[in-house]
């Protein structure tokens, strides 16, 4: 399934330990912009996972979707992953 798993579980580590960070800095009253800065860093540290697994999902899963004859699921799933990236 997924090439780089243990690539990805070390990033989504890190962005654990950001979010532990974040909940910190709210305990102890951080300025705010500096506050936004890290909740910035993490949505973009998340965008970048996203990213990832969603070349895997393409270069893996839809192709083989496809080779398999299974254009129509294989056109959903792009749709729906195309919809959740505009969000």
């Given at each position: 399934m997924i090439q780089d798993k243990k690539k990805?579980?070390?990033?989504?580590k890190i962005i654990e330990g950001q979010v532990r960070g974040l909940q910190a800095m709210i305990e102890n009253e951080t300025y705010c912009i500096d506050v936004i800065t890290q909740t910035s860093a993490i949505k973009q540290a998340l965008s970048n996972v996203e990213d990832i697994l969603l070349e895997d999902h393409l270069q893996h899963c839809v192709v083989s979707q496809i080779k398999?004859?299974?254009i129509d699921k294989?056109?959903?799933?792009?749709l729906q992953v195309y919809q959740l990236k505009r969000k």
């Open positions: 990805l579980i070390r990033r989504l398999a004859g299974k294989a056109t959903k799933e792009i």
